[in-house]
């Protein structure tokens, strides 16, 4: 609407101009060398604008055929950033596809469009990672590496390839690198906080994560630094107590729920005379996760009381969480050493119908004690053989007989959880068609793999007996696919995003390639 008023304003000036002199006239008259000119001052205005206009006509045209190579030449980069725009853009598509052939096809074009971009390098090496060759993805990320704009994400590719050598010191130098060069790359931060503490480094990794604090949220980072220091405080239980007590103490304040630190500090507020302080700390964590570890301690608590004033407390911590397999096994137990045999009888019954190993080791103490019955304490023990397993300390498939504060196979933190080791396994490497469907009153089938690690004996004691199975044909192993998403041994354009706004650098984007 402003632009109309201001062509208007301009167009009326205009015409009141040219009426102003055409009721204006009069004589304009150029005398030189001799020619004489006389005309009216509306024509010789009319020339004037005409010549000028001329006369720019003539520049532009002069201008315009100086600046023709510079024209030109800015076409043809443009036309060439276009075509290796289209280029990188297949390419990643064929990378996420799985077409080997399309990707090196595209790379080699895009590396002949637009060479040393820093997305013809990540092409480049991607490219590599799907025909297989670590070498040509390793000379990739080690170019990225040595230039500034994508150091980050050449550090995490080497990164990537030196933890699918095995080179436990070469990752850590990498990510170490990485660190110390953008301290917001949260996996740089993880790898490191992770080898300090494969390395049993637990102060450095406390300060690690202290300085990683900012980018982790709130709970994860409590979680954590409850983990390490309970791992520090088992550490230096045996050689420096008053610090094992401490590092105990802020442990469970940060994660009640946790059972190692919970069963550590409730044993050291009992050694200093605090046994309702002991007695909350284990309540609280029992409420939360039952664990045979937590009802020894809770039991062991008081030295000097009996076998039945132990079963009554014992008794009152499993009312806390009724119903609950933990809670009669602690029962039982309690129940055995007090020579309660009906009582120990009345917390193992709803559970006999499918006993666990547990379970029939009891029955089996139980027979043994109250009945001096033999046979049927065999026939128990033979039971627990088969029976259902109890849950362990289970992490990526490693079971543990005690609580480990990181992951022996993956490195991760707070990994372990107490759980029956088969049911939480899961075999994503391998897409069967149809999974075996799980029954309540039969063994389960593993998947073919599970079956070769961990064979589960079927047994008559044990349950129903194995029915026959037909020959299956060997299942068609898929395609390799790499997921469009940021996949966990692929670095992407995704690793080298910042999410702290304060620190975020603004990227040239494909801008730089049209220049």
């Not at 610090?243 to 802020?250: D, L, P, S, V």
């Not at 964590?285 to 000097?304: D, K, V």
């Not at 009669?328 to 009345?346: M, P």
């Not at 006999?352 to 379970?359: E, G, H, M, W, Y």
């Amino acid at each position: 609407m402003i632009r109309v008023a201001l062509y208007l304003i301009l167009v009326g000036a205009a015409a009141y101009g040219v009426a102003f002199l055409a009721d204006r006239p009069g004589d304009v008259v150029v005398t030189w060398q001799g020619l004489r000119i006389e005309t009216s001052l509306l024509v010789m205005g009319s020339v004037l604008v005409a010549a000028f206009a001329v006369l720019a006509l003539i520049l532009s045209l002069i201008r315009a055929i100086a600046r023709s190579p510079i024209v030109l030449s800015r076409l043809l980069r443009h036309r060439r950033g276009t075509r290796a725009y289209e280029a990188i853009s297949s390419g990643l598509i064929a990378v996420g596809a799985g077409d080997i052939a399309a990707a090196r096809r595209f790379t080699a074009e895009v590396g002949r469009l637009a060479p040393g971009e820093p997305l013809v390098l990540l092409l480049s090496a991607q490219s590599a990672q799907l025909a297989g060759d670590r070498e040509a993805a390793e000379r990739a990320f080690r170019t990225m590496a040595g230039r500034p704009d994508t150091k980050a994400l050449g550090l995490h590719g080497l990164y990537i390839e030196a933890r699918r050598r095995n080179d436990a010191v070469s990752a850590r130098a990498y990510a170490e690198e990485a660190a110390r060069t953008a301290p917001s790359l949260a996996w740089a931060g993880t790898a490191v906080l992770e080898a300090r503490c494969r390395e049993g480094d637990w102060a450095g990794a406390l300060s690690l994560l202290e300085q990683n604090m900012r980018m982790i949220d709130k709970t994860r980072y409590r979680r954590q630094r409850a983990v390490l220091l309970t791992a520090r405080a088992l550490a230096v239980e045996d050689t420096d107590r008053d610090a094992a007590k401490e590092f105990a103490f802020e442990a469970n304040k940060l994660a009640p729920g946790l059972v190692p630190s919970a069963a550590l500090a409730g044993r050291f507020f009992a050694e200093g005379g605090r046994l309702r302080k002991a007695s909350r700390v284990i309540d609280t964590a029992w409420r939360a996760n039952p664990h045979p570890e937590l009802a020894q301690t809770y039991a062991e608590l008081r030295s000097g009381e009996s076998v039945r004033e132990r079963l009554k407390r014992i008794v009152g911590l499993a009312d806390k969480v009724p119903g609950h397999i933990e809670s009669a096994l602690a029962v039982a137990r309690a129940g055995l050493d007090a020579q309660e045999f009906a009582k120990a009888r009345t917390a193992l019954a709803p559970y006999l119908d499918k006993p666990t190993k547990r379970v029939c080791l009891l029955m089996a103490a139980l027979e043994r004690a109250e009945r001096n019955d033999e046979g049927r304490a065999r026939e128990w023990t033979a039971r627990a053989v088969n029976a259902a397993p109890d849950p362990q300390w289970t992490a990526d498939g490693h079971v543990s007989d005690r609580w480990l504060p990181i992951s022996p196979a993956s490195g991760r933190i707070d990994a372990f959880e107490w759980r029956v080791p088969l049911t939480g396994m899961i075999t994503a490497s391998i897409i069967e068609p149809e999974a075996p469907k799980p029954i309540e009153s039969k063994p389960i089938e593993s998947t073919s793999i599970e079956r070769k690690a961990l064979p589960l004996p079927v047994d008559k004691a044990g349950g129903a007996a194995p029915s026959r199975r037909r020959r299956a044909s060997p299942p068609v192993k898929p395609e390799p696919v790499i997921p469009l998403v940021h996949a966990p041994d692929d670095p992407g354009p995704a690793a080298i995003e910042d999410d702290n706004p304060a620190t975020r650098q603004e990227s040239p984007g494909w801008g730089k390639i049209f220049e």
